[in-house]
C-alpha cells in the first residue's frame, strides 16, 4: 500500500493568519486607494471651494482639525461610528457587498484629504500634526474598520448565495458574532476618539496650523 505524505487531519497552515486572507488585504487596498483618491483631490478642493462637493471636503477638513471638543467627537467618533452603522446594514443584504468596500474607501477618502490638505497649507507643521494628533486615531480607526468590514462582507456574501442562489446558509451563528463585533468596532472607534483627544492637548500648544 502506498504510503500517504503528510499526516492525516492536520489543519493547513494557511487558515493560521486570518488578517492576511485576500478578503482582509482587499479591504487594506479599498483603504489606501481611497487614502489616495483623497490626497489628489486637495488641490482641486482649494481651487473649486465654491462646488458642493469641494465645500462640502473643505467643511470636513474643518471640521477635523479644529480644536474644539464637539468638533473632535465629530470627526473622530460619531462619524467612523455612522459608518460602522452602514457596514452593519449592508451585512443584512444581497448586494452589501460593494457597499463594504466603498464604505471602507470613503473613510480612506476623507483621512487622506485631511493628512493631503495639512500637508499642502501647512508643509512641515502640517507634517507634524498628521504624525502626532492624527495619525494614531486614523491608524486605531481603520483597523477597526477593515476588521469589522471583513465580517459584514462575509455575512452579506452568505445573504447573496441564499436570496440569489437558492443556497441556503447558517446566518443566525454569523449574525450573532455580528453583533458582537460591531460593539467591539465601536469600542475601539471610541477609544480612537480619545486618543485624539489626548494627542491635542499635549501637543497642540507646540503645533501651529
Not at 465645500?55 to 471640521?63: A, D, E, H, I, K
Amino acid at each position: 500500500m502506498r504510503r500517504t505524505s503528510g499526516r492525516p487531519g492536520r489543519p493547513h497552515r494557511g487558515g493560521a493568519a486570518p488578517f492576511l486572507d485576500p478578503l482582509t488585504t482587499s479591504l487594506a487596498v479599498a483603504f489606501f486607494l481611497g487614502l489616495l483618491a483623497g490626497a489628489l483631490t486637495v488641490p482641486a478642493m482649494r481651487q473649486h471651494s465654491g462646488d458642493l462637493f469641494f465645500g462640502s471636503c473643505m467643511r470636513l477638513v474643518q471640521t477635523a482639525v479644529s480644536n474644539q471638543l464637539w468638533h473632535m467627537a465629530v470627526s473622530a467618533f460619531l462619524l467612523p461610528l455612522f459608518l460602522l452603522l452602514c457596514l452593519l446594514l449592508s451585512a443584512f443584504s444581497g448586494v452589501g457587498i460593494p457597499f463594504c468596500y466603498g464604505i471602507v474607501a470613503v473613510y480612506g477618502f476623507g483621512s487622506g484629504l485631511v493628512g493631503g490638505y495639512l500637508y499642502s497649507a501647512y508643509s512641515g507643521s502640517g507634517i507634524l500634526f498628521n504624525l502626532l494628533m492624527l495619525l494614531p486615531a486614523t491608524v486605531l480607526t481603520a483597523v477597526a474598520m477593515i476588521c469589522f468590514a471583513r465580517l459584514c462582507t462575509s455575512c452579506a456574501y452568505l445573504v447573496c448565495k441564499d436570496l440569489f442562489l437558492g443556497e441556503k446558509q447558517e446566518l443566525a451563528g454569523r449574525f450573532k458574532k455580528l453583533r458582537g463585533s460591531v460593539l467591539v468596532a465601536g469600542g475601539l472607534c471610541l477609544l480612537a476618539a480619545g486618543v485624539k483627544v489626548l494627542c491635542f492637548l499635549i501637543f497642540s500648544a507646540h503645533i501651529q496650523v
